[in-house]
Nanobody, 123 residues
Framework: QVQLVESGGGLVQPGGSLKLSCAASGGIFDRYNMAWFRRAPGKEYEFISTISESGATPVYAESAKGRFTISRDNAKNTGYLQMNNLKPERTAVYYC????????????????WGQGTQVTVSS
């Protein structure tokens, strides 16, 4: 059983950057693919990015390309999402997910998820 805890969210001005972290425990982190999703108020979950167990193959949603970077450090059992040039419409709760299915952009196909971290983009 893998437990995931996200951190690094907060209030940031438009155009600013944040780096989210996802700390894993209770399992073998490098056996799982990892992904980030977000959910804005009143909207459905939205896929952002996923990365393979080794960290060699990141995949991004079109809206994330060029702005977000997913990475992981298996030695630290931690995944990351670097977010640059943030816009107000990026305000959402950001969730880390882990699972065995490679390159899935469907939240329900991941076995484990965290409680989320709030990101608010506002001046």
């Amino acid at each position: 059983q893998v437990q995931l805890v996200e951190s690094g969210g907060g209030l940031v001005q438009p155009g600013g950057s944040l780096k989210l972290s996802c700390a894993a425990s209770g399992g073998i982190f490098d056996r799982y693919n990892m992904a980030w999703f977000r959910r804005a108020p009143g909207k459905e979950y939205e896929f952002i990015s996923t990365i393979s167990e080794s960290g060699a193959t990141p995949v991004y949603a079109e809206s994330a390309k060029g702005r977000f970077t997913i990475s992981r450090d298996n030695a630290k059992n931690t995944g990351y999402l670097q977010m640059n040039n943030l816009k107000p419409e990026r305000t959402a709760v950001y969730y880390c997910e882990a699972g065995c299915l490679l390159f899935s952009n469907v939240k329900e196909e991941y076995e484990y998820w965290g409680q989320g971290t709030q990101v608010t983009v506002s001046s």
